[in-house]
């Protein structure tokens, strides 16, 4: 399939829409906490089984970035986001099928095998292409598409709350709330499969196709390479760290001032998810816009560092003051979206444009990982210690100080962090993206 090239004069600022689109939907699993409560009282499910669905998403998304990483180089962004708009909207329809006939693991295929397939297509779907557009600022191209991700539970997650209470919270409310999301985010992603366009190539005056210049490494290569194991632990301490939160956002905060004078109801609760939503939104464009001003690594020592810090905060102070831990949550959350977005230029600063977009799903199987590891933390410290009869911050407190120690491991990584040795480094001539055999058989050449 080749790739929608732009015709003369098409203006690069038509991208980011385009992937803002995508990600805006997709980012809807952000508000799945949103579904917890309704979920577990409809289907009788404890807390840890009524987050399979997510996590199984977000193993997913790792997985198929992973292993879709490649075909999205050599397809073009059009063909990945039309793959995205498929899964991700088939995911909800057979959730909604689940919902309404009570069968709770056609709800974790659908949502989370068939969609998260989606997530992790369109997650990548537009990076490359953004990079290739805004060779002078990485940082900010990523930041603005990636925040769409972060973003989109802003949308979802008061629309959802609001169609669990219009169709009532039960398993034939909850499907109509599924069949309404997968139609209408097939729509809006169509947008996006319509609009983007990849950069026309540069030619030299003769005609001829202008070679990448500067560190170039293959994906192959990449994973072989220090560099990128660092990075793999770095956005892993990140993500877990945050995502443990986002999560069980809604129930988190309602449980942690359950026992004050001011409880937290649930529209309220909601209303923290968006909040949260808003912070991770803000994150990506900010955070990762400021990294083009002071560096990856320097960023990186902020999210990681300054993140365990809020987290040392909300641990000591309990359920003392919510302002401050309304506060300290959303920073986490920044940091944790300003990390996604950040990545990507990290991986260009390393490892050059060419591939980059395969490398970056290689590397989300990070995410895959700590799509498990957060949620499981959280959930299952949360479970043990109601049964021991905890209630209000004792119910996370041991979760929330593991969150600091997997932080520290990720600072330590990010240290870690140096240029790739020469050794890797190959100027690629043209041909597929996709042919890692060939790129190493010449760096292997090239070396003798």
């Avoid at 598409?145 to 209470?165: D, K, R, T, V, Y």
């Avoid at 009532?168 to 809006?188: D, P």
């Avoid at 300054?306 to 300290?328: E, N, R």
Wanted: hydrophobic content about 50%; aromatic content about 10%; overall charge neutral.
């Amino acid at each position: 399939m080749t790739p929608p090239i732009a015709p003369p004069g098409w203006s690069r600022w038509l991208v980011p829409p385009a992937a803002l689109s995508v990600h805006l939907s997709i980012g809807q699993a952000y508000a799945w906490s949103v579904f917890k409560p309704p979920l577990e009282s409809a289907l009788d499910l404890t807390g840890t089984q009524s987050a399979l669905p997510f996590q199984l998403g977000i193993v997913m998304l790792g997985l198929s970035a992973a292993f879709g990483g490649t075909l999205v180089e050599r397809n073009g962004p059009r063909w990945a986001m039309t793959v995205a708009l498929v899964c991700f909207s088939s995911g909800f329809l057979l959730a909604s099928l689940g919902a309404a006939t009570e069968q709770y693991w056609l709800i974790v295929f659908g949502y989370g095998f068939v969609g998260g397939i989606g997530l992790g297509i369109g997650y990548i779907s537009p990076v490359s292409t953004l990079i290739k557009w805004f060779p002078d600022r990485p940082g900010m191209a990523t930041g603005i598409a990636i925040m769409g991700f972060g973003g989109g539970a802003l949308i979802a997650s008061p629309w959802s709350a609001q169609m669990i209470e219009s169709f009532g919270a039960t398993g034939s409310g909850i499907a109509l709330a599924f069949l309404v999301h997968g139609l209408t985010y097939a729509v809006f992603m169509s947008l996006g499969v319509l609009l983007v366009r990849v950069p026309r190539p540069k030619q030299t005056a003769d005609g001829k196709p202008v070679e990448l210049t500067g560190v170039q490494v293959s994906a192959r290569r990449a994973i072989r390479t220090p560099q990128f194991w660092c990075l793999w632990v770095v956005l892993c301490m990140n993500v877990t760290a945050g995502i443990g939160i986002l999560e069980k956002a809604a129930p988190m905060i309602t449980d942690f001032f359950a026992d004050t004078a001011t409880p937290v109801s649930v529209s309220a609760a909601a209303g923290f998810v968006a909040l949260l939503s808003a912070a991770n939104m803000a994150g990506r464009i900010g955070w990762s816009s400021t990294s083009d001003l002071i560096g990856r690594k320097n960023i990186y020592r902020l999210y990681l560092g300054a993140g365990a810090v809020m987290y040392l905060l909300i641990v000591s102070l309990g359920d003392s003051s919510k302002p401050l831990f309304i506060l300290c949550a959303l920073v986490i959350l920044s940091f944790y979206g300003g990390g996604f977005a950040t990545i990507p230029a990290y991986l260009k600063d390393l490892f050059g444009t060419y591939q980059v977009g395969a490398i970056h799903g290689r590397l989300l199987t990070a995410w895959s990982t700590a799509g498990v590891l957060g949620p499981l933390i959280v959930n299952w410290v949360a479970d043990s210690q109601e049964s021991a009869g905890k209630s209000g911050p004792g119910l996370y407190g041991l979760s929330l100080t593991i969150m600091i120690g997997l932080l520290a491991v990720g600072f330590v990584a990010n240290e870690l962090v140096r240029p790739v040795n020469p050794r890797h480094h190959h100027i690629p001539t043209p041909r597929k993206a996709s042919d890692d055999s060939s790129d190493d058989a010449t760096v292997e050449q090239q070396s003798a």
